[in-house]
């Protein structure tokens, strides 16, 4: 065959092979026509239109008496869609100027700015320009009603997106106990309740528009999101203010590296106050101290001399020493596998012979050594059973993440033991505690030998109605017999004895109330050796000592002053808290059985200044009588005479600072946050003050101090 004939049986192939492809190509269009029509009409829809989450608002976590430790804001973000269908371009035209320039009030930004956002909107045929982000809800409502805006999404192309930001109100108080809620690594009740206080996911249908920003189709749901629930905790703000505040004060004065101080019910188990501050430096140098870390929780740490409660307890249990029992410490300097140890006054020549219940109080190393050592040298695995028996070897599974792990050794020869072990556990050394651990112990001896486990809350609630409660947790029933109990009182009590020998003898000696506990002091570890001059001071008992109410542990670590004993830096704290719930608190007080005011001066119960319908709320309740003048105002002014309450009208100006003196905390933040004014508050109660004048502009405005008392 020529080549020419090749050459042409090659293109018709070629001819042939592309004809094949077209027809391909041409059944494959009409099978997507009108066989795969409806599946590919829906796959195009899920690029342009889709059903989105849409979160809910997170619950409160409240104080309680209800003060608001964690709530959510809301915020809205502004955006104009330039190429909605529904825009009536000659109101457009005929309002535009009117509303740059009320744009231009309440964002802050000149008229001629959200001008030239508006043409260059139209321009490029934007359907997503971004005016305002983060926009707090009075301005919101203001936005609203901008004429043109005013006509709604669809016709005026303006879309509000609403989100929303948590705040801590009275941060740092407690901070790290309330946590931190964000999308990942949440921490503390947040994250241990986070299912409760997320609620339930809506379901929306969006449209997407250019840029990859997804709109409602509509303002309806496909299923409306539920609010989260109200966590209400344990926590006192009262005392968790004081407790805060003495912490601060002894961390700074001994510029320590952290401290933490927790106060518990006895009988419950009910966290009324705690507080975790961490040292650390500003770029500047300068220092200041803040909740970064859950110590009290999570640090589990040697804990020195108030393990010897463990100790003594379980020697005492054995039954081979009792609390009158005398034990030679010599001269306070004593040998085991040629390991000296020393007490605090081995320089004075010691303490010489003591009973065990001056070992304790007196915090004698020696002698708590050689109590255990002469209880179990020869069966040193009975210890560490005595140990595990009385609860203290397992976390007490509290209900928050990051709880520590004690350790302490099961078994005799177990990792690290040595011929040195059972002494050194004997005073705190080769065993670990956190904080909450070794007080839920001091806490159970003072509850007649039941361990409760700490909790931090107690209900959840939706809009005020209760939706579940959460009561004690006993861990052990009793934790040793009814005899060593007795004797591990007397210890305690009589190392805070004003006037003895005990070494928290001289915190106590002006107090109005009795108080049982132990002081410790104990070297710190790092890098498997302990380092000189750093020291962990620590506090731990309860009050008052003949019927236990509450009970407390402070830790100050790493001080840097040259003082480190729990007696000087740690205790102090505890008596300022023992103090202020002493004063206030009627249970520790005489009823007086006549009238505290004459008949004539008495008047009816008072309320806070604030919003009307709670006010109004509260007095039908009670059945109080009351004369409402204020005209149907949100806002009232509440004054109280002999036979009735007078509610007048509290004027509420707009775009103006309020008058919030008088209210309680929860109105305040409502108007003030919700104006978008940055508040911060110093003590607990009602307004007395606010640093900013009633009246003045916002825009001269924008942070605000309210005192409170």
């Not at 997507?32 to 059903?51: D, L, M, T």
């Not at 608002?57 to 973000?77: E, F, T, W």
């Not at 397992?394 to 002494?423: F, H, M, R």
């Amino acid at each position: 065959m020529s080549k020419g004939g090749i050459q042409t049986i090659r293109f018709w192939m070629i001819f042939v092979l592309f004809c094949f492809i077209s027809l391909g190509i041409f059944a494959r269009i009409l099978a997507i026509q009108f066989v795969e029509h409806n599946h590919w009409i829906n796959k195009g829809a899920e690029y342009s239109e889709s059903v989105k989450t849409i979160e809910p608002s997170r619950g409160q976590i409240l104080a309680k008496d209800g003060s608001l430790l964690a709530i959510s804001v809301p915020v809205y973000n502004l955006s104009w869609d330039s190429q909605c269908e529904a825009i009536d371009w000659d109101s457009y035209n005929l309002y535009k100027d009117e509303l740059c320039e009320e744009l231009s009030k309440i964002l802050g930004k000149s008229a001629d700015h959200y001008s030239e956002l508006l043409n260059k909107a139209r321009l490029a045929e934007s359907r997503y320009q971004l005016f305002g982000r983060n926009i707090p809800y009075t301005k919101y409502k203001d936005l609203k009603n901008i004429p043109f805006i005013n006509r709604g999404r669809y016709k005026s192309g303006f879309v509000f997106e609403r989100n929303e930001v948590r705040n801590k109100p009275f941060e740092p108080l407690a901070g790290r106990t309330i946590g931190i809620d964000r999308d990942s690594h949440r921490v503390g009740i947040e994250l241990a309740w986070n299912k409760e206080l997320g609620g339930v996911e809506g379901k929306q249908l969006q449209h997407r528009i250019s840029g990859g920003e997804w709109l409602p189709v509509t303002d309806d749901f496909i299923s409306e999101p539920q609010q989260g629930l109200d966590v209400v905790t344990t926590i006192d703000m009262h005392l968790q203010d004081v407790a805060t505040s003495s912490l601060m004060r002894q961390l700074k004065k001994h510029d320590a590296g952290w401290g933490i101080v927790v106060l518990m019910e006895v009988e419950t188990g009910y966290v009324r106050a705690i507080s975790n501050l961490t040292r650390s430096e500003s770029s500047n140098g300068d220092v200041y101290y803040s909740e970064s870390y859950n110590h009290a929780l999570g640090s589990a740490v040697e804990p020195g001399s108030t393990f010897k409660l463990a100790s003594l307890m379980t020697c005492l249990e054995s039954g081979k020493i009792q609390l009158t029992d005398s034990i030679d410490t010599g001269n306070g300097i004593v040998e085991f596998h040629k390991r000296k140890m020393r007490d605090s006054n081995w320089d004075k020549g010691g303490h010489g012979k003591i009973s065990l219940e001056q070992v304790f109080s007196m915090s004698s190393n020696v002698g708590s050594a050689l109590a255990v050592k002469q209880c179990f040298s020869l069966e040193p695995q009975k210890f560490l059973d005595g140990l595990q028996k009385i609860g203290i070897t397992q976390p007490l599974g509290i209900n928050l993440v990051g709880e520590g792990d004690p350790k302490v050794y099961s078994t005799v020869g177990e990792g690290a033991w040595s011929g040195i072990s059972l002494t050194q556990m004997a005073i705190g050394y080769e065993v670990t505690q956190t904080p909450l651990q070794t007080l839920a112990l001091y806490s159970a001896v003072a509850n007649n030998g039941k361990l409760m486990r700490p909790v931090f809350v107690t209900q959840t609630q939706r809009k005020g109605e209760v939706v579940d409660e959460f009561g004690p947790e006993l861990i052990n029933d009793r934790i040793c017999s009814a005899s060593t109990l007795k004797a591990c009182k007397k210890m305690m009590e009589s190392a805070c004895v004003p006037g003895g020998e005990g070494t928290a003898a001289n915190i106590f000696n002006k107090s109005p109330y009795t108080v049982a506990g132990k002081t410790g002091t104990c070297k710190i570890a790092h890098n498997g050796s302990y380092e000189d001059g750093r020291y962990r001071a620590s506090f731990t008992g309860y009050f008052p000592a003949e019927d236990p109410k509450f009970s407390c542990i402070v830790v100050v670590s790493d001080t840097k002053s040259g003082s480190y004993y729990g007696s000087t830096i740690a205790a102090p704290v505890f008596r300022d808290l023992a103090d202020l719930i002493y004063a206030t608190d009627p249970g520790f007080h005489e009823i007086l059985e006549e009238p505290l005011l004459a008949d004539n001066n008495r008047h009816l119960p008072t309320a806070n200044n604030g919003e009307r319908s709670e006010v109004v709320y509260l007095y039908e309740t009670l059945g109080v009588p009351y004369v409402d003048r204020s005209g149907g105002s949100d806002w009232v002014r509440v004054s109280t005479s002999q036979d009735t309450v007078n509610l007048s009208k509290r004027e509420i100006i707009d775009k103006t600072m309020p008058n919030v003196k008088g209210m309680g905390l929860k109105d305040a933040l409502y108007l003030l946050e919700n104006a978008g004014i940055r508040v911060y508050y110093e003590g607990t109660g009602v307004v007395k003050s606010q640093s900013v004048n009633p009246g003045t502009p916002f825009t001269q405005a924008s942070t605000i101090k309210l005192i409170l008392s």
